[in-house]
């Protein structure tokens, strides 16, 4: 059974880094794609960022220029760093994957495994 779990949730200072763990069990995902998602409240889930196969990083445009993403195939794992957060960036973050190589677009609909969420509040 493939499990994705997510931590490093919390409450964060404006304009300070947010760091997001998953670290999947029951398939190596070490040549597939895995992303993260997030969920703000009253709105739709959106992409955030995803590594593919090749562990080629795609950051989307809420984010861009202020997020790292990482996948480690060795530790099964992915990591989202996000600097610079502003009240936008509250929300449940998901870490999401596919057994496929490719990620292409961030978006739901594509991804089979899913995370329980983390909640990331900014706030002073």
């Known amino acids: 059974q493939v499990q994705l779990v997510e931590s490093g949730g919390g409450s964060v200072q404006p304009l300070g880094t947010l760091k997001l763990s998953c670290v999947a069990s029951g398939y190596a995902f070490g040549r597939s794609c895995m992303a993260w998602f997030r969920q703000a409240p009253g709105k739709e889930r959106e992409g955030v960022a995803s590594v593919n196969g090749g562990g080629y990083p795609f950051v989307g445009e809420p984010v861009k220029g202020r997020a790292i993403v990482t996948k480690d195939g060795a530790k099964n794992s992915l990591t989202l760093e996000l600097r610079s957060v502003n009240a936008e960036d509250t929300g449940v973050y998901y870490c999401?994957?596919?057994?496929?190589?490719?990620?292409?677009?961030?978006?739901?609909?594509?991804?089979?495994?899913w995370g329980q969420g983390t909640q990331v509040t900014v706030s002073s």
């Open positions: 999401a994957a596919r057994t496929e190589y490719a990620c292409g677009e961030i978006e739901e609909h594509l991804f089979d495994y």
